[in-house]
Nanobody, 118 residues
Framework: QVLLVESGGGLVQAGGSLRLSCAASGRSFSRLDMGWFRQAPGKDREFVAAVRWSAGFTRYADSVKGRFTISRDNAKNTVYLQMNSLKPEDTAVYYC???????????WGQGTQVTVSS
């Protein structure tokens, strides 16, 4: 079992920045792939970014490439999402997720709200 707790959401003006954090406990964090997803009102949950457990390989949704950066600190059991140049369309609840098997995200946090005002 893995417990994930997100933090760092809030209200920011367009063009601003936020850094989300996700603290993990339970299963060995360093062996988990970690991802960030988001869900806007009335829309399906969508993939944002992911980082593999090994070698730090990362991938991003096209909509956030060049603006968002995912990183992890295995010593702190934490994954981060640095979000720059935020746009109103980035407004959503952001969820942290963990996968013991590639692309099978079976553990989810409770979510943190990000609101970008225009």
């Amino acid at each position: 079992q893995v417990l994930l707790v997100e933090s760092g959401g809030g209200l920011v003006q367009a063009g601003g920045s936020l850094r989300l954090s996700c603290a993990a406990s339970g299963r060995s964090f360093s062996r988990l792939d970690m991802g960030w997803f988001r869900q806007a009102p009335g829309k399906d949950r969508e993939f944002v970014a992911a980082v593999r457990w090994s070698a730090g390989f990362t991938r991003y949704a096209d909509s956030v490439k060049g603006r968002f950066t995912i990183s992890r600190d295995n010593a702190k059991n934490t994954v981060y999402l640095q979000m720059n140049s935020l746009k109103p369309e980035d407004t959503a609840v952001y969820y942290c997720a963990a996968a013991a098997t590639t692309d099978v995200y079976e553990y989810w946090g409770q979510g943190t709200q990000v609101t970008v005002s225009s």
